[in-house]
């Protein structure tokens, strides 16, 4: 993803050279999240948002591995790594930086393996988002389309709501009777809420019905029915975000915490509280911010900074500060935006937000240009 991608160029380019830096990942190549949800309404491809490994060999000399890593040996500092359709692979380290991502939890909505494919969450963009896609172009006109919002915290907080409009905007372009409904655990929208009202208004009136507090409490896949504390809701396209915690390997290796949820981190070098000589870093932490690309790149390079600091003895940054962006699109073309900034608090050994939140007055054609410049930069940071 692409704080692992960040940390493994920036421990490079920081380290001028001197540090061996091996990137492992599972796929040959990453599948942008940001973005992804306009796939949905047709104006990007999967395509346009897959991002290959090359530059990171090429042109900063990191080592690319793909694999999948079943087990980290923090004593032995090595980590197990599986390849497809060869013997297992054991890789020293002297630092290691872990970013699990995040990994879904149905135990609130039992179902079989199968249906769990069928019912796409599109939380990790590839496959999914392609499959939810051929669900909406095979929906007839006047059917509903409905999005399960799971509780804070999950990846990305205005990510359900943007996906609300991109759908409606495909709905009303081509399908103009059908609806959206949005069956938000969450008491309120939880970003840009009055941004996000207004846009359901103006742009999609009629069209996007919100419900909050909608705890799910069963889920009939063959039907796509969901029961919530107040209603029974049947779908033509049912599209499910389980609750979240981190990836698999955070919990198998005992990063996670008791709750086997999260990982906590000493916020100056992003180390693990749990695992000596492994640091941890992305949607998998437990922080209390946002949960997106920005935040990983973010705190990548502040882990990527004290990794190289500490394998040279050196002292670490004692107030790290980055900001955090994210762009919603409303439609084709428009775009809104938060931003804020945060610095570490030595009081309460956490990022802080040093003040409030810059937010877009309203949805505009310049900030989906700025959306657009942004995705751009992000990509070309983490793998260019």
Not at 43 to 52: A, P, S
Not at 193 to 200: G, K
Not at 302 to 307: G, I, N, T
Request: hydrophobic content about 40%.
């Amino acid at each position: 993803g692409f704080g692992g991608a960040t940390a493994a160029k920036y421990v490079r380019i920081l380290g001028g050279g001197d540090i061996d830096v091996t990137l492992v990942d599972q796929h040959a190549a990453l599948v942008s999240c940001p973005v992804s949800n306009r796939v949905l309404a047709g104006e990007k491809t999967l395509e346009q948002l897959t991002f290959g490994y090359d530059a990171l060999r090429q042109a900063h000399g990191i080592r690319f591995v793909q694999g999948r890593v079943t087990a980290i040996d923090a004593e032995r500092r090595r980590i197990v790594v599986a390849g497809s359709g060869r013997p297992d692979e054991r890789l020293p380290y002297d630092r290691l930086i872990v970013a699990p991502g995040i990994d879904f939890i149905y135990d609130a909505y039992p179902m079989p393996a199968r249906a769990q494919r069928q019912i796409p969450h599109a939380w990790k963009a590839g496959p999914q988002t392609r499959l939810l896609r051929q669900q909406l172009l095979a929906m007839p006109n006047g059917g509903v389309f409905t999005i399960v919002i799971p509780p804070q915290p999950y990846r990305c907080p205005p990510a359900p709501y943007e996906r609300a409009c991109q759908v409606a905007f495909y709905l009303k372009t081509h399908k103009p009777r059908s609806k959206v409904v949005v069956l938000d655990a969450n008491p309120v929208i939880t970003s840009k809420r009055i941004l996000f009202e207004r846009a359901w208004r103006d742009l999609y009136p009629g069209m996007v019905e919100y419900v909050p507090g909608s705890e799910v409490r069963q889920v009939e896949p063959a039907t796509k029915t969901v029961r919530t504390v107040f209603d029974t809701v049947r779908s033509d396209v049912l599209n499910l975000v389980p609750p979240q915690r981190a990836g698999r390997i955070a919990l198998d290796s005992g990063l996670a915490d008791a709750e086997g949820r999260w990982c906590e981190v000493d916020f100056l070098s992003y180390a693990s509280k749990r695992l000596p000589g492994v640091h941890v870093i992305g949607d998998a932490v437990d922080s209390g911010l946002p949960k997106s690309a920005h935040m990983a790149n973010a705190q990548a390079k502040v882990c990527a900074r004290a990794v190289v600091a500490l394998m040279r003895g050196e002292a670490l940054d004692p107030a790290p500060a980055f900001d955090n962006t994210c762009y919603s699109f409303v439609d084709d073309r428009q775009a809104m935006r938060i931003s804020t900034l945060y610095r570490y608090d030595p009081a309460k050994a956490s990022m802080e937000a040093v003040a409030a939140g810059i937010l877009s007055d309203h949805p505009s054609l310049q900030e989906g240009r700025d959306a657009d410049a942004w995705a751009r930069r992000v990509w070309t940071d983490a793998l260019g």
